[in-house]
């Protein structure tokens, strides 16, 4: 095609816009920082004293977040550089979405001019705006992009005398918006005067670790059912040998579908249920009697609410909503947020719930010795309640994805019925104020999900009497499978990886960091993680050297959880009990960690061995890399984790410094034992020489005196 008719058939660009008058309206200064959980301090319209210099306003492209499942290239928009084209993302379910830069404390802008970059395509049918946000939470547009020019400078409106004018400054934004179109320029700048943030320095991730002082036992949980405890047979009772498998690790996240507690709407079963006539109160009594922490995460929509959907849309995993709710009303979560009541009310530490707000089946016996449910408050038996799974769920479609607005409202339904506006007996906290509510585990582990979700309770729920942001949920939650393409659950990996080679202490990095910065140090907790031992699955273990595909999950595994102690994660369930289908080679099929015949398998017993000799110990310091030396601590006595951090059968050496110390003691994982193997060492001049290896050798000195 020539270069003439090139020229024709793209049409090119520009920004022919809209500038959209602000009028003589001075808007008033943010002084609040708009991505930390301060209420907005004393507001002026005066920003002549703000300004530190005029010319282009400095923009940091890695600021930007994205409410969308597939993020573009919106931070290359700021690179200068103007020959490139703009990554429009791929697999997106959302046409048109919106990204966000929040200013920063004693940042501001007054904006007068904006130009973008026109380079090829043009799109006047769906044009890209730039918008502002008040602290009124007013969204003014500034400025939309068509691409009707080509390769040149246009401004915001060409009919304005000065082409990259405004007709009147844009002060004092919150945030810049950029509502995504079908084109984008190559390059945006603005123009104006700005004022630089006050410069803070913000704590490292892992030294947040150390301040968080979380034992170490709360890293060995793990994911299961009903039936992993209770016989289906006789699901009335925990079944001892069950229970005996379950207390290899210290947790369990209890994967609970609504249909067990509502079968019918607006009739609740718990001890039978109605559907598959489970023993709750016997299962979470026992957990408790025996130590083991459970978090429910209530999942899935009944039958009676999947049938408002078109038959050919009916899905367990849709957004649980009544087919054509608005997804951005809590309102439209009202009935899933009726049975987070009923169970934090029974299961919860509240015994004073009014009973007439307690519902449960009348319904006559199924059967002659059917026993009958009963009111009960409570129980004291649950202290986390999860709202639903992987809520972002983009292989599903949009019927069953939820944007980070549209989940932020439905957590605040579930929360607190919205704020207690949506009547009675709707809502955890109002059945019981002590329970946690954990967001629901992505399934891309991306903070900006999370900075979209803080930023709609910013400007739906206001700020709690102390100045912090009424967030609607407790515990920040994710998902990450370390595999060789660094993707998680997405992408096209060939197998797993340890993990730390893959993202997994990066991505942990920023989501500590995001909530520290973001939700007042809210606590992040990773629920799922794993590895296949299916060698045809892209997430499989590997044999490595002479060890095997089993001794390989068990390395990883544990190392998976010392490393999320050593990023300042609070907890992680692995993933899982048992196997799904381990003779497939789908992703997940095989992940279990117990045995069919509930005895452990490798992974199960260096996860038991390791919480039976640290788990009381916390995180202090890791005071090596290479290989990775964690110093832990409990009560003035260090305990010492060593591992190379590689996949290659690695050995290194390394002279452990332990002071005045004349012996210590040095622990290694024993496949088929239920404690490590143990041996004393004598030291000379307080040094031990360790071979260290990629399965973790744990050291015990002894107490200071």
């Not at 994205?66 to 103007?82: K, S």
């Not at 692995?574 to 992974?603: C, E, H, I, V, W």
Request: glycine share 8%.
């Amino acid at each position: 095609m020539g270069r003439t008719l090139l020229k024709i058939v793209v049409l090119v660009c520009v920004v022919g816009a809209v500038l959209f008058t602000v009028g003589r309206r001075i808007y008033p200064q943010l002084q609040e920082e708009s991505s930390g959980v301060g209420a907005p301090a004393t507001l002026t319209s005066n920003t002549s004293d703000a300004v530190e210099g005029a010319g282009k306003i400095p923009i940091d492209p890695q600021r930007w977040y994205q409410l969308t499942n597939a993020p573009d290239g919106i931070p290359a928009l700021f690179d200068g550089i103007t020959n490139a084209n703009i990554s429009r993302g791929w697999g997106k379910l959302l046409d048109h979405y919106e990204a966000y830069y929040p200013l920063q404390k004693g940042e501001s802008f007054v904006i007068e001019s904006v130009k973008m970059y026109d380079g090829e395509g043009s799109s006047s049918e769906a044009p890209m705006v730039l918008s502002v946000i008040t602290d009124a939470w007013e969204q003014i547009p500034i400025a939309r992009f068509t691409g009707s020019e080509y390769q040149e400078w246009v401004g915001p409106d060409p009919s304005e005398p000065s082409a990259y004018a405004l007709g009147q400054p844009v002060r004092n934004a919150r945030y810049l918006v950029i509502t995504s179109g079908g084109i984008y320029p190559t390059e945006v700048e603005l123009y104006g005067s700005y004022k630089a943030a006050k410069v803070a320095t913000s704590p490292s991730a892992s030294t947040l670790a150390a301040q968080k002082a979380v034992k170490l036992r709360q890293m060995f949980g793990v994911n299961g059912f009903e039936w992993n405890l209770e016989d289906g047979n006789n699901p009335a009772e925990v079944d001892p040998a069950r229970l005996k498998a379950v207390k290899n690790f210290s947790g369990i996240r209890h994967y609970l579908d609504w249909e067990k507690l509502e079968p019918t709407p607006d009739t609740y079963t718990f001890n039978p249920s109605h559907n598959g006539s489970w023993n709750y109160d016997a299962m979470y009594s026992r957990l408790k009697q025996e130590g083991v922490e459970v978090l429910v995460c209530l999942k899935t929509l009944p039958k009676w609410m999947q049938e408002s959907y078109p038959a050919t849309e009916r899905d367990a995993e849709n957004v649980p909503a009544q087919y054509g709710k608005d997804l951005t009303v809590p309102a439209s979560y009202t009935e899933q947020a009726k049975v987070a009541f009923q169970f934090a009310a029974r299961y919860g530490s509240n015994s004073t719930v009014p009973r007439n707000l307690m519902k449960v089946s009348t319904s006559p016996p199924r059967w002659t010795a059917d026993p009958v449910n009963e009111v009960k408050t409570g129980l004291g038996l649950i202290r986390y309640m999860e709202c639903d799974n992987e809520r972002d769920k983009w292989w599903k479609g949009r019927k069953a994805y939820q944007t980070a607005a549209e989940y932020a409202a439905n957590l605040s339904a579930f929360y607190d019925g919205h704020k207690n506006t949506l009547g009675p007996g709707v809502g955890v906290k109002n059945a019981d104020p002590k329970m946690q509510v954990v967001m629901g585990g992505l399934a891309a582990p991306t903070p900006d999900y999370v900075k979209g979700m803080v930023d709609w309770c910013r400007q739906h729920r206001g700020y709690k009497p102390d100045g912090s942001v009424n967030l609607c949920w407790d515990v920040i939650n994710y998902h990450l499978y370390s595999n060789d393409a660094h993707t998680s659950q997405g992408g096209e990996p060939t197998r797993g990886a340890a993990p730390e080679i893959s993202e997994a202490g990066q991505v942990a990095k920023a989501f500590v960091q995001m909530a520290h910065e973001y939700a007042g140090g809210m606590p992040v907790w990773i629920t799922e993680t794993g590895y296949d031992l299916n060698q045809g699955s892209p997430l499989k273990a590997i044999a490595i050297g002479k060890k095997s595909v089993q001794e390989t999950q068990a390395d990883w595994i544990l190392r998976t959880s010392l490393l999320y102690a050593r990023w300042g994660v609070e907890r992680v369930f692995l993933y899982q009990l048992y196997d799904d289908n381990p003779q497939n080679p789908t992703r997940f099929g095989s992940m279990g960690l117990l045995n069919g015949d509930k005895t452990p398998r490798p992974a199960a017993q260096y996860v038991s061995q390791a919480n039976k000799l640290l788990g009381a110990y916390t995180y202090k310091q890791t005071i090596h890399a290479a290989p990775i030396v964690d110093r832990y601590e409990l009560k003035g006595r260090s305990a010492y984790v060593l591992v190379v951090p590689d996949e290659k059968g690695r050995t290194a050496s390394y002279t452990l410094n332990l002071g005045r110390a004349t012996y210590a003691d040095v622990y290694r994982p024993a496949i088929g034992k239920e404690t490590m193997d143990k041996q004393r060492v004598t030291l000379q001049q307080g040094k031990l020489p360790l071979q260290v290896t990629e399965t973790p050798v744990f050291v015990l000195a002894p107490s200071a005196k």
